[in-house]
């Protein structure tokens, strides 16, 4: 019988060298050629001249009142020109190239004629001649590349529809879905999108494929979560009259963000199952705590807790930081990095196996082969956007498969939380602590710069400091480096004698960052000039101030996450975007982000601006490329079909009744690794 899942070679026409073609546009089986949907349609509807707008393309039915004339333009170029009569207006028709066209045009025959009409000339640019008796009103348009052609991939999907319509009577969508939200069966969507009626017909059925694109993602995505839930999961059966008693300690009162993720968190880690969380926050909403609060709890199960950092200073950071909410005669927390001697890592490994240390932070030294741990059940990555797939599996290897709690300082929209990382649970801390103060942004032109540096320089008189961000030159790090050193030697000598200058880029080792940084934070030099390349994460409240020269030449996030370097403290801080920006694009961010210091809203704004695939980096996000539904456009029906997927995934055997058959062979792929998992 045949089967969506037939390989498009079975196909009329489908030879190997098309077979490729077809493969380089993502197309390997019949349902992938049925799902293959046009870019637009051409309005085919028949009109009169005086209804019909200049420059539109249209469809003229008339009479031919005069003979086809044939004139050559050239090398191997012909105009074919003739008159149509439509009722009472007569139009000048002129088929460009095609003089075999000739034959099919006598005087006193009706044609119908699809062109571009020029109301000034009376005349249609004609594009094809229509069949006599053709009743559509729109024709589907195809993306196609230079090895296959957009009128061969419609010929192929017209045998498809033809051969496989019985294969269409499987739905996708379950009944009562697409009873609720008035969506079309899947055979009428396929139908609809290829070959429809009128416009009403393919808006209809345009909905039902945003949908269907969104549901089957979504399903393959829980089909996945399910699949790793069902693998390795250890119940960590926390005591939580010891994690109230903990919070209550605590020298501040957790917001109701923070409650509701903690909350969320460990209602997972005490479930059977592998809990695979991101935990998003702004720039000082307070993650860490929360993290602590997490690890503390896998504590009072008797079990060992990690966290593990991009780089050695933001593990010394956390180190610091975490240490603090602790009694080492309660707690113990070590660190571990690639800059730890030898003894003392011999010893912290006996340790670590031997269960006497109860939280390990450290880099990727965590994951070398010999680091073996006596009963670790929770760790947690920051910044987990540094780490490759690969590094968190062996996080998870090293470990009796821990439960993950991944952390990002980058606000992504829920958007693309729900798309990016879909497989993941996402929890968003999406209030600041009371009393914080709003960083104060200003956009100054470039003749502002000195109005704005003797500011900064005042601002140091009363013992803080600064960064100045030098301009982004892009693919150019030599550059980057040299616009650095300018501006370093610059203020050098504006700010000698009385306050010192530090320089920190690309070029320099990650010895030489770390030790400018840990110079920097103990306030050895009071400015620090410095290309992008400032750690997210790294704390210096003393930092106050910040420049960012040529500031349009920055994405919003990353000048957001800029602007997160200052502020950190209790006083009141400052950014300065030095910016002449040269296009609406330019002057959008800078105003966005003198409007808003929410990370969140600006993620919502950058997404706005610049799309999906670019906020993210396509290739790096693992946003999928839709072809017919847009996350951004359609978020609302992304919420559902996520809400729809969840509730028929938890249902026991779901894909084993006859309803979900169709829907089950779309997924079999993800399904049998589900089936086959031990």
């Not at 602590?292 to 010394?316: D, H, N």
């Not at 610091?320 to 080492?328: A, E, H, L, V, Y």
């Not at 710069?449 to 009363?462: G, N």
């Not at 296009?583 to 990370?599: F, H, L, N, P, S």
Request: no cysteine; glycine share 6%.
């Amino acid at each position: 019988m045949p089967s969506l899942l037939d390989s498009i070679a079975e196909l009329s026409g489908v030879g190997p060298k098309r077979e490729q073609a077809l493969n380089k546009l993502g197309v390997f089986t019949v349902g992938d050629l049925l799902t293959y949907y046009p870019r637009r349609y051409n309005d085919l509807a028949q009109k009169l001249p005086s209804q019909t707008l200049d420059g539109e393309k249209v469809t003229f039915k008339g009479l031919v009142t005069s003979p086809p004339v044939i004139s050559r333009m050239g090398f191997k170029k012909t105009r074919l020109n003739f008159r149509l009569t439509v009722e009472h207006d007569t139009i000048q028709v002129s088929f460009f190239n095609q003089p075999w066209l000739g034959k099919n045009i006598e005087v006193g025959n009706e044609v119908a004629i699809y062109g571009t009409y020029s109301k000034m000339r009376q005349s249609l640019a004609a594009i094809k001649m229509m069949p006599k008796n053709s009743e559509d009103e729109l024709e589907a348009i195809y993306p196609s590349s230079k090895e296959i052609k957009a009128g061969t991939i419609k010929d192929l999907i017209l045998q498809a529809l033809g051969k496989y319509k019985d294969a269409l009577s499987q739905e996708i969508i379950p009944e009562d879905i697409r009873r609720r939200y008035r969506l079309m069966n899947y055979h009428d969507t396929i139908f609809g999108m290829h070959a429809p009626a009128d416009e009403q017909v393919a808006a209809a059925a345009r909905r039902t494929a945003s949908f269907m694109e969104f549901f089957i993602f979504q399903m393959r995505l829980q089909v996945i979560k399910q699949m790793d839930r069902h693998n390795q999961g250890r119940a960590i059966t926390y005591d939580n009259d010891q994690l109230k008693a903990f919070i209550k300690k605590l020298p501040f009162e957790l917001t109701n963000a923070q409650k509701k993720v903690v909350n969320e968190i460990v209602r997972d880690m005490r479930r059977p199952v592998h809990m695979n969380r991101l935990l998003q926050g702004d720039v000082g909403s307070g993650k860490t705590v929360v993290a602590v609060l997490a690890m503390y709890a896998a504590i009072t199960a008797g079990m060992q807790a990690t966290l593990m950092a991009p780089t050695e200073i933001l593990a010394q950071q956390h180190a610091q930081t975490i240490g603090n909410f602790f009694d080492p005669n309660e707690v113990r927390v070590e660190i571990l990095t690639g800059s730890t001697k030898a003894a003392a890592r011999r010893q912290i490994l006996a340790d670590l196996v031997a269960g006497d240390i109860d939280i390990i932070i450290g880099t990727h030294a965590l994951i070398q082969p010999d680091i073996a741990f006596h009963n670790l059940g929770l760790a947690v990555i920051d910044e987990q956007h540094r780490f490759g797939v690969q590094q968190r599996a062996a996080l998870r290897q090293v470990g009796m498969n821990p439960d993950i709690l991944a952390m990002t300082a980058t606000p992504i929209p829920r958007t693309l939380a729900i798309t990016a990382y879909g497989e993941m649970d996402v929890s968003i801390i999406d209030q600041l602590p009371a009393g914080r103060k709003q960083v104060k942004t200003y956009w100054l032109r470039h003749n502002q710069f000195e109005k704005a540096i003797d500011f900064v320089k005042k601002q140091l008189t009363s013992g803080v400091q600064a960064y100045v961000v030098t301009p982004l030159i892009e693919e150019s790090e030599t550059l980057d480096v040299q616009n650095a050193q300018a501006v370093y030697e610059e203020l050098s000598a504006y700010f000698a004698p009385d306050f010192k200058v530090g320089l920190l880029h690309g070029r320099l080792s990650n010895d030489e960052k770390d030790s400018i940084m840990t110079a920097f934070k103990a306030n050895e030099f009071q400015v620090l000039v410095a290309t992008t390349v400032i750690e997210v994460g790294v704390d210096v409240p003393n930092a106050t101030a910040m420049m960012i020269l040529d500031a349009d030449r920055f994405g919003l996030s990353q000048l957001h996450q800029l602007r997160g370097r200052v502020g950190r403290g209790s006083r009141q801080a400052y950014t300065f975007l030095v910016s002449d920006p040269k296009t609406q694009y330019g002057i959008d961010r800078m105003e966005a982000m003198v409007a808003t210091t929410d990370g969140f809203v600006l993620a919502q704004k950058d997404l706005e601006l610049r799309g999906a695939g670019d906020v993210l980096g396509n290739r790096q996000s693992g946003v999928p490329e839709f072809r017919v539904g847009d996350p951004v456009a359609d978020l609302t029906m992304m919420n559902i079909a996520q809400e729809e997927a969840i509730e028929i995934v938890d249902t026991p055997d779901w894909d084993k009744t006859p309803e979900m058959a169709g829907l089950a062979e779309m997924l079999s792929e993800t399904m049998d690794r589900y089936r086959n998992f031990d």
